[in-house]
């Protein structure tokens, strides 16, 4: 099975800070890998598919980068709303895999 | 609206069986894969089967396989999850997740999720 790191594990930013996450892959996955948002007690939302290309509804202060093994989800003005958990899925073969999520906190 | 209903889960005993049931509803279900997806208190994602939209291919994860079996009954717009020999490992949030379209495209939609707690 692909086996997805996710770094960092957890990270303390402000409102108005830009954020930076990194998946990397254990194999070339092309770009199929999504991202995806948790906020406590609530299901997953897709932010990002293919890597880069923005799930209807999704701000467009998300925003993802990437291709074979390394991949970014980048927020580019934190707001308030945003703290939560991202995931990242490889959507590339299955067993689908997960990263570990980075739990994005209030500083 | 795109809509996943998750249902069945609750409490069970070790070795014990469940069948959780998810109603889908605002897309046409015979034309998207469907995947559960389980989250154990505390922890992160982890996929645990998926489903093409005729239901002639399926998959598992490494930990459920041959315990768990994934189905879909297109006439009633319900996908299932049958889980036999559980363990306290097999604790969880169970999702239920709409892939785009087909077989290789992403997990785009989830349901609320349904608990499972496997203790005696």
């Known amino acids: 099975a692909i086996q997805m790191t996710q770094s960092p594990s957890s990270l303390s930013a402000s409102v108005g800070d830009r954020v930076t996450i990194t998946c990397r892959a254990s194999?070339?996955?092309?770009?199929?890998l999504g991202w995806y948002q948790q906020k406590p007690g609530k299901a997953p939302r897709l932010l990002i598919y293919?890597?880069?290309s923005l799930q209807t509804g999704v701000p467009s202060r998300f925003s993802g980068s990437g291709s074979g093994t390394d991949f970014t989800l980048t927020i580019s003005s934190l707001q308030p709303e945003d703290f939560a958990t991202y995931y990242c899925?490889?959507?590339?073969?299955?067993?689908?895999?997960f990263g570990q999520g980075t739990k994005v906190e209030s500083k | 609206e795109v809509l996943l209903l998750e249902s069945g889960g609750g409490l069970v005993q070790p070795g014990g069986s469940l069948r959780l049931s998810c109603a889908v509803s605002?897309?046409?279900?015979?034309?998207?894969?469907m995947s559960w997806v389980r989250q154990a208190p505390g922890k992160g994602l982890e996929w645990v089967s998926a489903?093409?939209?005729?239901?002639?291919?399926?998959d598992y994860a490494d930990s459920v396989k041959g315990r768990f079996t994934i189905s879909r009954d297109n006439a009633k717009n319900t996908l299932y999850l049958q889980m036999n020999s559980l363990t306290a490992d097999d604790t969880a949030v169970y999702y239920c997740?709409?892939?785009?379209?087909?077989?290789?495209?992403?997990?785009?939609?989830w349901g609320q999720g349904t608990l499972v707690t496997v203790s005696s």
């Open positions: 997740a709409r892939h785009s379209s087909s077989w290789s495209t992403p997990i785009a939609y």
């Open positions: 605002g897309f046409t279900f015979a034309g998207c894969a």
């Open positions: 489903i093409s939209g005729s239901g002639g291919t399926t």
């Open positions: 194999q070339g996955i092309r770009n199929d």
């Open positions: 293919a890597a880069s």
């Open positions: 899925l490889q959507d590339y073969n299955y067993p689908r895999t």
